[in-house]
């Protein structure tokens, strides 16, 4: 072929070369994601340079990464020594230097990613554990630290896992009620004083605060509990599971590092960055990153490395430039998914509850849906949305109770014990479309209009309870 | 076409349906392996069953499994919810039917592939953290039953992951040393019997026994262990990373159960199954799976798909005559890596250590490659044979001192303060070929030729170091 | 799980069926495109109706369909016994009953693709030929019903592949030259008029046009030609490469069979519906579609599946609605592009020659940028392009002399022996982007005004021939 | 990481770089077959010289490569130019020099597997057509060198691609009947001299053999129709389609090049190595290769590239010992299939033909199960056997008629008009397994006995004739 074609193809070559180059030296998210061959070819690179890929490697030991099934060894990329040693989760393995490069970039670019979100200056490890494990594991580490610390103070909110990821460690929770301002329940900090005192300091291990939630929850006063958390001298863990995506959390997040005292902050992969669940980013401030390294070099052994390859995969094809856009789109369907919901409220002779400081859930009343037997039945809406291919719209009674080991909660599902309206929640997360929007609230408001029909006729009560314990409303 | 090739064709595809329909009512490993088409098809119908594939869905929630990446889709089968809710690791997702089907189907192919190696009726759960860190979560489960006892008994074995498991917890470690029984390093029952009395059967949450470990230290004695533990009202986690491969290993199991105590048996999926590290199969005896039910419970929230995927493939494509197959190989390639190191140790002056309980792990001495100096040398070996593609070798000078928080070892890596000679360890694990018998042994041979002549010079200290804390010798 | 979401999950997998369902008793593009996942599950379906995949089979014969590499099978979704029998490349084959469905949905969904392209009516064949292959294995068939024809009268067009196709079956090409009308190049009707009467029409075996075509060579004048091949009872292949995605071509196509007489219509597949190279649809009018089975029954033996294939996942993908979007945005890209192309024109003081019956192609005079010693430097200005990535515009001198067998072309590449004025050609195909137009359009800009700049220089004799003979220029 | 370990990682990349240079300067199969990753990081490295992968290209022609479906995209790595370009379908494509390379590689490794198998000095060109139309195009070249020369001498083979071959070219074939040697069909050499003379030899285009066929045919005798084909100065193609096989055929086909006149030799790539249906592998003599290069120059436009990716893929998986191990392997089996159906068709009353000749295929005659109104009967024990999942197995009464274009056979798939018995035809192909055999030889005494017994019920026409037409007899 002509020299300036053959130039052609082997300066493409070179190019790619020179993307990883730049991946390996900048460690930072690309400025345009990457197409699906290039991401394909690193990863068979990477690939290579595990020893259980090693051209004549021989194995004599106990656990050589021999993959069987093709399938798995192809999903997988060949890589099977998984991630950490049994010193570090976050450790070179010797016997896989690819997977260890692919897990070091991960944690840098999810740095990036935090830092174009509003939070910089972080330092992250992306952990293979979702975020209510990610959560266990930084209390034991914490705890190591001050073994007599018993207590957790936990802000009310009302979903079973952060709850029994404090259980599980075996130290005590001790929630704290949220004070009703307007129509939102915020962090009642006078009580939260209270409670520090009463309790004594030396006591508390520290307040896990959380920042993204299901209005009319608002996101805890972040900046005042890290300002008492340094005060008391007492740890903060906050939980941002899918707090990343929005522009006032992470603002909120970042003030309250600079003002007071944020040990980490635990957000999801899968919630903020569009990947399968199972992994989490575990970040802390830079300036002082101790407990972070702790909670790494506590892990025992090594664990999957399936969720740091999904992120590493999409923060490649995304790019810098793809994931600002997403931000700038989930605001946009933020914005619509409002107004559309105050349109199908105001038709349904409901509103929209006033919420301004929480960025993703709202929230439309159903008083007038009520059974005259109760509030019971407005679970049941739920169901019926799900059955419509609805997903993630949670109908709140209010008058839920539950147990979860040794609390019972009265209002299950509202973060309050008495939460005046029953209401249905709805969020605008990371990747939803305009086209979403308009979807659901078409099928929103029909669904409404024939809940209101079955009104009338008795609803039984095995449908009613079904429903409920299929809805996800608890979970998080 | 006519009717008898048509009839054929859709008899296959009939064939294809009562494949899966055999699978699921019947919930073991398929007698034949399937082909990767059969289980990629079944792949992909179950994931249409999974909320987030439904055609039409809209979602209105904070996590709507929307996934970015065409790669990491694919790779995923289109799979995105993990496993769990927030009330159970193992319990049935209503937004992810499919996936949950996967999550009970790999148990029960556990509990089968357990069965086929000799571990009859237990109840399996696979869990997506590998072995060390399921450790630690079954202690933490067991610690909620009894929060006043704080030691776990610890029959010494020199790898770090299962005492960082123990100390992770917050629980406090009791490393009973090993007894020297000619060759072999075995439990000391006397002295365990004399700690439990010492630290008082009632603060001693549970002893920690394990099965399979590097030559000379033998497996524990479990049923002596299991009877001590049943006498004395304390708990009994057994940890079986690799052993489900050998059928003395399992028998010991058996028989424990049969006449002691054990509550949970905790085994690697990577190292027994020929998946990508990252998971672990959680078994109880099914005659009393409490535990087995508190841990799975307890877990906080959701977790990772991938290696209960990985594992599902495997086993299917395995089958259970697969399964015995690689099994019964193992064995022979064992017998044949015994003769082997025999005659390569003879050829240089040394001898296979007699470990005959031990039917993984063998080991051939090194007394005469000794440094004058001393034997610190003897590490480097390992370093050599890693260059040459040999992985998984493991060279132990037996000299080696290492502090793992409070503990302070001598001898680290031999399992006792002072083991008689320094040694190099070899494993015949599970898909080892005889072709990588006699090339690992050719190598080895050649291997130890040249050391021999290094030894005349002396090695540069900084080599010997870097080696050493390389070698993969302290990882499970 | 609850009832409500076990059904939600099954129904989603009966969704599935009836899809297929429906592919299989309405044999046209899906309304809506397929997801990936749907798409793969049904190719796996297929795949296992073909015997080499049935389990069990065992094979005594010469072909077997085995397939070595698991790379080749899985890439080939396992279907390996090609298309075709000996009777007929579109007979179904007893031993695949699963690829020969998918030959026949694909030739069903070819024909209704061609139907929302404005070609009601055809019965289509998909064949793994390009369109040149394709040509010549009709123009054989042809010649079996009258094999004493031996002239094929061809409109002169610029291209190597379509006369070698007529060459390449020893008829005798007889090209009829263009005549000029303002800026374009059409049909000389007078001329072939007069050319059938010379040569006989018994020994003229048919005409073949061409509607899609670089301008300023213009569509030839379908109904006229097939008028006349139906006076003088002689055959009509028309050469529709790339018209499917041109509303105006397909109108003229449908008016020429509905007026005259066409037997068959070859397109392209890579360049109408997005595949890789390697297929072609064969279209007959349905209401005689005599040659279009002649054709296929004289095809001797089997062939690739691989471009059918491609097609079949591609419509499936499509969809009805993904390509009638298609086409309207090609519509769109294509006004862009000439008004853009017109201002850069007007920039380097050229002008757009005025082709309006082109829809496709558009060229832009180059007159200002020749050599003081000739037009040849012209065809340099091409590889610059290619050079600074932008493939596929050509820079046409009308001076390059080219022989092709027996025939001797001046002006090669222009459609004339002496057309006025050197140009560029650009086109706007189907899948090209505003985004695209933009960018090329920036970079031809800076290249012309480059290439102004080296004229002054030079240009060295070699540089030249090699940019020449690399060029895209003559392909289809 | 330590160093060691590092520079190990960064060995095994060069391992792979020098795999590549390897591949492109020594142009022949790797000693040892690749890994999967291995082979498919090369194609990507490849696809991204292709110029629809550069970064930043534009297209602004009429075919772009762009390529809609992300799972077509996928399955071709990114290349989708396809090959050749309109002058030659060997050329390189300066669009696409990845896709270019590959060909090239592919030719070369095709020449190499022929040496391996036998056939040293032989000059490839892979092409992407299955043997009947490869001959088509091969017969259409060769008239052009002498374009009055009409007739084709065809050794009667009953398989109607060949014949179709001839036929769909225009050129007359002349079908000369075989001589019965002892159980054998051959070549009647007397017979094709007399028939040169009558035709004259100026009007025979040329000689179509065959080497590869079904017993108790012979393979021809080749070296005498070589001689002959050299004394008269008429061309000779040699068809052999499964003929690199077998290494009688291959040192056939070399001494029939040494001591008379081959033009090209034409091969399945499906049916020698185990790649989906689709390509041929046309040979010449490297001696005179001229008209190889014809045929490639007179091929109008471009092709599909996917059958010969699907080579290239499993070229490099083989590697030369790969491939030569099937080899031996398939002699062994044939051995063995040999053995056990002179056992079954004693068991039976019947005995297995004496056809040394034919190295691949076996027949046992089915004398005893002819039905006493004809053997009409004796063709439904191949559907009989499909239906029990064996195919590939052919049931020949001998006694069937076929007409094929002007032709009309008697006696046809028996090679002859009157073949003495019917039988049943059996091969050993490659790939097959001993395992296979074992299985084929049971399965077929299962089905003869209930044949014998269906032989005493009247079999139903119908049946008769379905399971006929289905038959894949005629098929090559």
Redesign the interface.
């Known amino acids: ?10 300066s ?2 070179r ?2 070369e020179k993307m990883v180059q730049n991946l390996l030296t900048q460690r930072c998210l690309p400025p345009q994601g990457w ?7 690193l990863l ?2 990477l ?37 950490g ?3 570090d989760i976050m450790a ?4 896989a ?2 997977s ?1 490069l692919i897990v070091q970039l991960t944690n840098y670019m999810a740095a990036h990613a935090l830092k174009l979100a509003g939070m910089p200056k972080m330092k992250c490890h992306v952990v ?6 990610t ?3 930084s209390l ?2 914490m ?2 630290r001050r ?1 007599d610390a018993k207590y957790v103070i936990w802000p009310r909110i009302d ?4 709850l ?2 404090i ?4 130290l005590t929770a001790v929630p704290l009620p949220n004070a009703l301002e307007g129509d939102m329940l915020r962090t009642d900090l006078a009580a939260m004083e209270a409670m520090i005192e009463e309790l004594g300091a030396h006591n508390v291990l520290c307040v896990v605060s959380t920042t ?1 939630c ?1 209005t009319p929850r608002a996101p805890d006063k972040l900046v005042e509990i890290a300002e008492m958390c340094k005060q008391a001298d007492i740890g903060h863990l906050v939980n941002n ?2 707090g990343v995506q929005t522009a006032s959390t992470t603002q909120l997040i970042t003030n309250a590092i600079r003002k007071g005292r944020v040990d980490v902050v635990v957000q ?1 992969t ?2 903020n ?7 989490a980013v575990l970040a802390a401030p830079s300036s002082d990153s101790s407990l972070l390294n702790e909670i790494s070099s ?10 740091v390859m ?1 992120l590493f ?2 923060f490649l ?2 790019g810098a430039q ?1 994931f600002t856009e ?1 931000l700038q789109q989930r605001k946009q369907v933020f914005a619509q ?1 409002k107004e559309g919901l105050t349109q199908v409220a105001e038709k349904h002779g409901e509103r929209v509850l006033e919420t301004k400081v929480n960025p ?2 709202l929230a439309m009343t159903l008083s007038s849906f009520e059974d005259p037997a109760g509030r019971a039945n407005i679970t049941f809406l739920g ?1 019926m949305l ?2 419509r ?6 109908a709140v009674s209010g008058v839920e109770k539950k147990t979860i080991g040794p609390f019972e909660f009265d209002g299950f599902g509202a973060h309050a014990d008495a939460y005046p309206v029953p209401y249905l929640n ?7 479309t305009l086209g ?1 929007v308009t ?2 609230l078409s ?1 929103l408001d029909a669904t409404l209009t024939e809940f209101r029909k079955k009104l009338s006729v008795k609803s039984k009560a095995g449908e009613k309870t ?2 409920l ?4 409303s ?3």
Chains 1, 2, 3, 4 share one sequence.
């Open positions: 072929i002509g020299e300036t074609y053959a130039h052609q193809g082997a493409s070559l190019m790619q197409d699906d061959q290039s991401i394909e070819l068979q690179q690939s290579l340079m595990d020893s259980n890929n090693f051209k004549g490697n021989v194995g004599a030991g106990e656990r050589e990464a021999r993959v069987y099934s093709s399938l798995v060894k192809s999903r997988n990329y060949g890589m099977a020594h998984g991630i040693r049994s010193g070179m393995q010797p016997k230097a690819g260890s293979p554990l979702a975020t209510g494990m959560i266990t594991v034991l580490a705890s190591r073994p979903q079973k896992t952060c029994k990821a259980m599980s460690t075996g993204s299901f599971a899918y999801s899968d919630k960055f569009m990947v399968p669940v199972g992994g506590a892990y025992p052994g090594r664990a999957s490395m399936a969720p999904d995969i999409t094809s995304m793809g997403l998914l993703i859930s169901a799900f059955a291919n609805c997903s993630g719209a949670r709805a969020a605008a997360g990371i990747g939803m979403d979807e659901f099928r079904e429903a314990e299929g809805a996800p608890e979970e998080v």
